[in-house]
C-alpha cells in the first residue's frame, strides 16, 4: 500500500514542477513581451496624468533661434501713382517647443527699422508677434494654424495688421537627413488692418534650406507676403512684403 502512495507523491511532484515551469515561461514570455513595448508593472506613484516607463522620458524639445532678415515692403494704392518701397533690417527671435513627437509649437517675434527707397515713402518701424501650433501626420508634411499681430509706425501714423492663419509645410530630408529642404504655404483666411479694408486675399509662401549638426541649426529662408485689397472708388490696393532671412539655432531639450 505504501508504494501506490509513494508513487502518487511523485507523480504529484512532477505534475507541479511541470505546472510551475509553465508559469514560469509564461511569466517570461510575458517580461519580454513588456520590454518589447516599453510598459512596465504599474506602480504606487504613477498617475494618470503622468505617463509611465518609457513616455515619461520624452521631454519636449525646445530650439531657441535668432535671426536677422533683410525685408522689402511694396505698397502700390492703385493710383496709376510709383509704388511705394521700403526696406531695412529686421531681427528676432523665435521659440520651437515640441512637447511629443509629432507636434510642435512656435513662438516668433521681430523687429526693425524699413528706409525709404522712393519717393513719397516714409521710414517706418514694423514689428511683430507670431504663434504657431503644428502637427505632423506623416514624415514629411507638417500643418500649422496660428496667429500673428503686426505694427508699422511713421512719423505720422501706426497701422496695426492682425491675422489668422492656416497652411502647410513640408520637410524633405536631403544628404542623408542632415538637411531639409523646406516649403512652405500659409492662408490667411482673417485680416484685419487698421484704417483699411480688409483684403480680399492673404497668402504666404516660403521656401529654404535647414541643416543641422547635434543641436545647432542653421537655415536660410526666402518669404513672401501678398496681400489685395477690395476696389475702393475705382482703386484697388496690393502690398508686397518679402524677406530673405538667415537663422541659427540651438537646441535644449533632449
Known sequence: ARAPARQGGRVGTAGGRQAGGTAARAQAAARAL???????????????????????????????????????????????????????????????????????????GFTGELSA?????????????????????FGWLWLHLGAAVRGYRDQFAAQQWRSLRTGFELRLPLSEGAMHAVLQTTL??????????????????????????????????YGLERFDFPDVAGSRRREQFAGLRFRLGVQLGR
Open 34 to 108: 513588456q520590454a518589447r513595448l516599453g510598459v512596465r508593472d504599474i506602480r504606487d506613484t504613477d498617475s494618470v496624468f503622468r505617463a509611465p516607463g518609457s513616455l515619461s522620458q520624452q521631454s519636449a524639445r525646445w530650439t531657441l533661434s535668432l535671426f536677422g532678415e533683410h525685408a522689402e515692403r511694396r505698397v502700390d494704392f492703385g493710383l496709376g501713382l510709383e509704388t511705394e518701397r521700403t526696406s531695412g533690417l529686421l531681427f528676432g527671435g523665435e521659440l520651437r517647443i515640441a512637447p511629443f513627437r509629432r507636434s510642435e509649437a512656435r513662438i516668433r
Open 117 to 137: 527707397r522712393t519717393t513719397g515713402a516714409l521710414d517706418a518701424t514694423v514689428g511683430e508677434s507670431q504663434v504657431d501650433l503644428g502637427v505632423n501626420p
Open 188 to 221: 490667411l483666411p482673417v485680416v484685419r488692418v487698421s484704417g483699411l479694408t480688409s483684403p480680399d486675399l492673404g497668402i504666404i509662401t516660403a521656401g529654404g534650406l535647414e541643416y543641422r549638426a547635434g543641436r545647432l541649426a542653421a537655415a536660410a529662408f
